[in-house]
């Protein structure tokens, strides 16, 4: 019987083991869905930050050719 109560004890252990083991793996993994997630909305606002950009460079520019007639490259 002691032998069937110590493997008993080594079989819970090893599921509480595993257990924590799957527990860790999982915020692990939410983790780097999170900062994945973060680093995409990070690249979205920069391309929208650089299309308003190049929308009011290109406003200007038609805004004020005709005083820049002589700087533009041909």
Partial sequence: ???QKKRM???DH???VDSLIDER?????????LENERHQKEQEL???RQE???QERQR???EHASKLIG???K
């Fill in 1 to 3: 019987m002691n032998a």
């Fill in 9 to 11: 004890k080594q079989l």
């Fill in 14 to 16: 090893k599921r509480a």
């Fill in 25 to 33: 793996r999982r915020i692990v993994q939410h983790e780097l869905d």
């Fill in 46 to 48: 920069e391309m929208y």
């Fill in 52 to 54: 308003v950009i190049e």
């Fill in 60 to 62: 200007l520019l038609r």
């Fill in 71 to 73: 700087y533009f490259p």
